[in-house]
């Protein structure tokens, strides 16, 4: 290589190793002065990557007192299309996630080429100076960006030495570590699974040894017969371990139906938060409702969804979701095995989009959570609204370009509490409306009405009377029956000002889908 090329790839790997433009840089250090989720957080850094242990090509996950290595990284991309600056941008991501997973990354390195190479995936004798790169910086993985084949893979790793994942493989690994509800660790275990077991691979002899009949038992001779190999079998145990998880999350589907069935009988809109992982959206969140969910400066924090209830300034409940960050190319595995999870979209009343305005790239972020949502049936349907986060980490320059993608996004800092007024006045006016008015006067001893009015319906009106309260609201069809049936007629003046009317209050109208 030339000075001038040196010194060009070095300033290369000095951008991404920076944390400047990384989905963690703009929130760097935030989460050490939260509150919320302290003990999760505490519980995660017990399991975090810890330095001293080879691994080579070992398959090592944990170790004693749940304390696993720390990976010593280096971050391999391929430019087949776009402009340096994406590729750049896209390996600055990785070296993001490999931070959340406990890695320290030491290098990177940018390939451009046609197309990837079927043997090395990089071409051989770029794959020889990454040998050489690796044994320099003393290096124990490889982490490429990008989805390899099994034989890509192998090669890869026959001339570099070490141990080579590529971007899926490091998501789930994220995954693995973050899921803590029962239903989540089961649907990560499915999509490693899925991963897995077309790239099972076989160390030395060992994996060609064949056991037939029922001589594992002992029964000697007689019972032996061709049998299996043993990476056959363990290609059976995997098929029958995902029929099982499939089976237990296929079991769990109808608590998670039921309790949607019961927030939907209830009538009370909701709202699901969506977007890119590391957006701010639990964040927001807290901001909203005064929750306390765990808040921390990692990619997908948050793989269970959250439900929190809050209310508009007229009073009008409704619900929150926080869900599962989505990111460029997320595994297909992940999407299919998370789906009863990301139904919690489809079935909200208004999404709200949160986008990263401190990000590099928020066109980007956009474009890769709306080719999420076109998975889920229904969601592409319902009132998006989207939210720039992290306002107070935004220049203002990149104040000007969000606001100029949408008239009707909304800027806010769920930290420092900018635009949340704001934010929540829209939410308010986005929310679907009971159409029925009811004006008349409950008795005193139907109080649980009275409550059901107040929690379902928007309340316009208050008196208390000799004979009862007189309420006027608006609520749904089935409410609306239940009132009258008990409800006492209006009298004298209260009559005269009912049958004047209620006009209907102005509603400001959803922001369209950003495409």
Not at 108 to 127: E, F
Not at 431 to 436: G, I, N, Q
Not at 450 to 461: F, T
Request: glycine fraction near 8%.
């Amino acid at each position: 290589m030339t000075e001038d090329s040196t010194e060009r790839a070095k300033g290369v790997v000095a951008r991404i190793l920076a944390r400047t433009g990384t989905a963690l840089e703009s929130t760097q250090g935030q989460d050490h002065h939260a509150q919320a989720g302290e003990l999760e957080r505490e519980a995660r850094a017990g399991t975090r990557r810890i330095q001293g242990l080879s691994n080579d090509l070992e398959e090592i996950s944990e170790v004693e007192y749940r304390q696993v290595r720390l990976e010593k990284v280096v971050l391999v991309g391929l430019r087949t299309t776009g402009t340096e600056e994406e590729a750049e941008n896209s390996l600055r991501e990785l070296a993001a996630l490999a931070q959340t997973a406990g890695s320290q990354v030491l290098d990177g390195v940018i390939q451009k080429r046609s197309h990837p190479d079927p043997a090395t995936y990089l071409g051989s004798g770029k794959a020889r100076e990454l040998a050489e790169l690796v044994a320099a910086d003393g290096a124990d993985t490889i982490i490429v960006d990008g989805d390899l084949a099994p034989s890509q893979r192998r090669g890869l790793e026959d001339v570099v030495k070490i141990k080579v994942v590529d971007r899926t493989a490091l998501i789930l690994d994220i995954f693995a570590q973050h899921a803590k509800s029962r239903e989540g660790k089961a649907q990560v275990e499915l999509a490693q699974l899925e991963y897995l077991l077309p790239r099972l691979r076989g160390w030395g002899d060992s994996m060609s040894r064949q056991a037939g009949g029922r001589v594992a038992s002992g029964e000697g001779i007689g019972s032996r017969g061709p049998g299996e190999t043993k990476i056959e079998l363990d290609r059976r145990r995997i098929r029958n371990r995902m029929a099982k998880l499939r089976e237990q999350i296929r079991r769990m589907e109808p608590a998670r139906q039921a309790q949607r069935a019961n927030r939907s009988r209830s009538t009370i809109p909701s709202v699901a938060i969506a977007g890119y992982t590391n957006a701010g959206k639990s964040t927001l969140l807290n901001a909203l409702t005064g929750a306390d969910v765990l808040v921390e400066d990692a990619l997908f924090a948050t793989l269970d969804p959250t439900v929190r209830r809050t209310q508009t300034e007229d009073g009008r409940a409704y619900t929150l979701s926080d869900t599962v960050g989505f990111v460029s190319r997320l595994p297909t595995q992940l999407v299919e095995a998370f789906r009863s999870t990301l139904e919690e979209v489809g079935e909200a009343d208004v999404i709200l989009h949160v986008v990263d305005a401190a990000h590099p790239d928020p066109i980007g972020q956009i474009q890769a959570v709306h080719s999420v949502l076109d998975t889920i049936e229904g969601a592409r349907d319902i009132p998006e609204l989207i939210v720039f986060n992290k306002a107070d980490l935004a220049s203002d320059e990149q104040r000007a370009f969000v606001r100029s993608l949408s008239d009707r996004a909304v800027l806010v800092s769920a930290v420092t509490g900018e635009g949340i007024s704001e934010l929540q006045t829209v939410i308010a006016s986005m929310l679907p409306r009971p159409r029925e008015v009811v004006d008349c006067v409950v008795p005193y001893t139907h109080g649980a009405l009275i409550h059901r009015i107040h929690e379902e319906g928007e309340v316009l009106l208050e008196e208390y009377l000799g004979e009862g309260e007189r309420i006027r609201a608006r609520v749904d069809g089935a409410l609306a029956a239940a009132v009258r049936a008990v409800a006492l007629p209006l009298q004298g003046e209260a009559q005269s000002a009912a049958s004047e009317g209620i006009a209907e209050p102005d509603v400001v109208a959803p922001a369209e889908d950003f495409e």
